[in-house]
Every structure is written in C-alpha cells, then in structure tokens.
C-alpha cells in the first residue's frame, strides 16, 4: 500500500532510489522497492551520545562519502562540550557504521544521491528523530527530490519530517500513537541476516 502511494510520485520524478533505515526499515523498503523496481539501499544513521549519558543525543553522523555530521549545539553549549568531545564520539560512531557497512554493503560505496529521486523508508515514525535526521544527511548530497515514507507515524512526527522533505507518505496518522509496533501483526527483530537478503534480491 505504501509503495502504491509513492508510484504516481516516482512516475514524475525520473531515477529514483530507495533507502531503507536498519534495520527494522528495511524490510519496508524492499518491499516498496521491488513493487516500485527501483534500485534499494540502506542509509547508516548513528545517534552521538553525549559522555556519560549515551542515551541523550548530541547529534547524529549520516554514512556517506563523506559522511555528514549533524549537530544538536543546544545540548552541547548546555553541556559544556568541546570539540575532543564531539570528535571521540563521532569516531567511535563512524566504527560501528564501518562495521555494519561490511555486513550490509560488503564494504560497497554508498548509492550517489545528487540529481537523484530519494524516497527513505522507516517501519514507522514515533518521535521523527531518527528519520529527520536521516533526511537532513540525504539532503546535503543535493537529491533532485527527498521522500520520506512510513506506514505509520504520529502526527507530531509528521510535521517534524514535513519541514526536511519534498514529499512524506504515510498510511496511517493514529491520534493516539502508542509505539510503532503496535501497528504490525508481526514486530520481531530483524536480524542482520535478513537485512542482508533483502539487499541481495534485484529491484527488477
């Protein structure tokens, strides 16, 4: 269903590529890019934890080539963070994007996006965060167009990804969110393994 409200998007917008956002997203993405028979790939996005306190995001590093940085300085200047601070962290973060590049692109480039039409895909959208901040790195490589698609996604999630793309597509707004997998007969891990079919099967 979600692919089938991307296609009148896709038939006007020329060469187009998916992207799908590990790993829960990327069986989603494979299904709209095989309906779509467009090229699928995935978009490596890590969260930079502040020290001390992993879970509060400083910012975000968005794998490409090179990858892009994406800073909350808020939180830093409120922390008191300085440069060393943010370099380790994102160093550490650009390991394990290294690491997972090997399990899911056999150490392959990442797809050229410039010119491109860019539809990036998620399992759903609670907060946004995570599917912004993915747009905001697929936006600096100058895509032609920027789509962002979940079947589901809150709607204060919504206008947050309204602000980074061209275009979102979603199936389902519920006023009462609750969590994505609420929204899914079947919410089990996808596993590494899986990912790495999905990306082995041709678009075509």
């Not at 509060?56 to 892009?68: C, F, M, N, R």
């Amino acid at each position: 269903m979600l692919a089938e409200r991307l296609l009148p998007l896709v038939s006007e917008s020329g060469d187009c590529v998916v992207l799908g956002l590990p790993r829960g997203g990327v069986p989603v993405a494979g299904e709209v890019a095989r309906v779509l028979a467009v090229p699928l790939d995935v978009l490596l996005v890590r969260k930079l934890g502040a020290p001390f306190q992993p879970e509060l995001a400083i910012g975000a590093v968005v794998d490409g080539d090179p990858p892009e940085v994406i800073l909350n300085q808020d939180i830093i200047q409120g922390l008191g963070l300085g440069q060393a601070d943010i370099a380790a962290e994102t160093a550490r973060q650009l390991c394990v994007i290294a690491e997972r590049r090997k399990i899911y692109r056999a150490n392959r480039a990442p797809p050229a996006l410039e010119g491109m039409c860019v539809i990036v895909v998620d399992d759903g959208a609670a907060t946004g965060a995570t599917l912004r901040v993915a747009l905001k790195g697929v936006r600096l490589r100058r895509p032609r167009r920027l789509i962002a698609a979940a079947p589901v996604a809150s709607r204060s999630a919504l206008e947050l990804l309204r602000t980074e793309a061209d275009d979102v597509v979603c199936l389902r707004t519920p006023k009462n969110f609750g969590a994505v997998g609420f929204y899914y007969r079947d919410f089990s891990e996808v596993t590494d393994e899986e990912v790495d079919a999905l990306l082995a099967v041709p678009s075509d």
